[in-house]
């Protein structure tokens, strides 16, 4: 008979060895014997989160919760950040994150992350208020002056940031990551307000700092990128027969107006914005040997992945008649993609290169972007990104609609009704008329998204045209561009 320690003792052999499925399994049949380890139910919660069993271990972390887990504040923590990010429960996960607070008013995670959410939700004011609690505790708190600054910027204060923020980084004990954050926020807060020049050093000496700080794991590998683009590349186009749903993914180069073009979709009635769900990503992560291996899968397999999407993505959005999924580096997965859905309709939002390139440059990715601190990296990254959507676009013929954002924010009405027709929508003139709401947008560029239609972003280069020139080997085949 097993006893109650070689079952803990396998449990968590596996959590260590990070293997989700046998731990679920080990710490399931230790909690059957032992049922208030709250250390266990914990745990057993986190590995749930990985196996993307959102649910469940919103409920294993509550019930650690019941039976007394040491630091409640981290559980709160934890199961706010399922709610928001993966089961669209933002008033939930604000509860959980205001109980945090109660428990440990010094918790400035919790802080961060209550901001976080309140952003999101447009709640400029509430926002910044919690961020300023969270630099009461901690002052040289980066994430939390950062934030500040940039709603400051989108209030039109943009005037008053520099100063406060060369002030903190002046402090020679500021950590590199608070640093880092703060230095993309003058960067900010310059450019809006035209000092263009300063705002590129400010920008440079951001991303020298980011760059520095990346664990070696964590840098872009040009060398691998081009064999996962190739390996993607010797896909065979679809054979997959055709299934009834007919999903719509947003996808493109990262700061090329994807998120413009799904709330400008969520507009008409029959639309709901899914935002960047991240299960995509996941299925491929989880295919031993992808991309090559979605070779030797049969029609079954991927119908029951377009099931597991399908169930997944209704349970966030009961009822959503049409939803689309706003992720933009799925376009690395069209292949996978079109194997599930035959029938997807792919919606490609582009943008200048240049411009599309200093975006990304200009913003802090934290790990989530490898290629993002260096500008030859970015032109690399976006030389294999076109490489890449040219061969889906031959592969997929009528299936792939490119969205200009150029093209949205000069003539919206044409350039909008060619993207609804594409979805199969009617035309409502609600498409034209943004909308403050307390909607949920979930992107680096939260507070540029809720502005009204503008052009100053079109051709935002130029305004970066002397110290681009001088990077000019830096930007290969795209340096051509400046010259026009």
Sequence with gaps: MTTTTELKARAVRALRAGQVDDGIAAYGALLAVAPGDA????????????????????????????????????????RAMILSEFLERTDEAEAELRNAIA???RFVAARLNLGNLLEDRGEAGAARAVYGDALAIDPRNGRALA?????????????????????????ARLPVDARTEIGFALGGALD??????????????????AA???????????????????????????SSKTRGEAPVFVCGMFRSGSTLVEQILARHSQVTAGGEL????????AIDGYPGALTTMDDDAFGMLAAQYVAETRALHPDAAMLTDKRPDNFLHIGLIKRMFPNARIVHTTRA??????????????DSITYGHQLGDIAHWYGQYRRLMAHWQASYPGDIHDVSYDDVVRAPQPTIA????FCGLPWEDGVLSPTQSRATVRTASVWQVRQPLHQRSSGRWRNYAAELRARRPELGIFAADLDD
């Design 39 to 78: 250390d266990s139910w914990y745990n057993l919660g986190y590995l749930l989160r990985c196996a993307r069993r959102f649910e469940e271990a919103v409920a294993a972390y509550a019930t650690a919760l019941e039976h007394g887990i040491a630091r409640p504040e981290e559980v709160r923590l934890n």
């Design 103 to 105: 428990i440990a008013p």
């Design 147 to 171: 934030r500040q600054a940039a709603i400051d910027v989108f209030e039109g204060r943009a005037a008053l940031v520099p100063e406060r923020l060369r002030t903190a980084l002046a402090d």
């Design 192 to 209: 809006a307000g035209g000092a263009y020049p300063d705002a590129f050093a400010a920008y440079a000496e951001a991303n020298r700092a």
């Design 212 to 238: 520095a700080g990346a664990h070696p794991s964590l840098r872009y590998d040009r060398a691998a990128h081009e064999r996962l683009v190739d390996a993607l590349i010797a896909l065979p186009p679809s």
């Design 278 to 285: 991240d299960v995509i990503p996941a299925m491929a992560a």
């Design 353 to 366: 290169p240049l411009d599309t390139m200093l975006s990304v440059y200009f913003l802090y990715f934290d």
């Design 418 to 421: 060619a993207l609804l027709e």
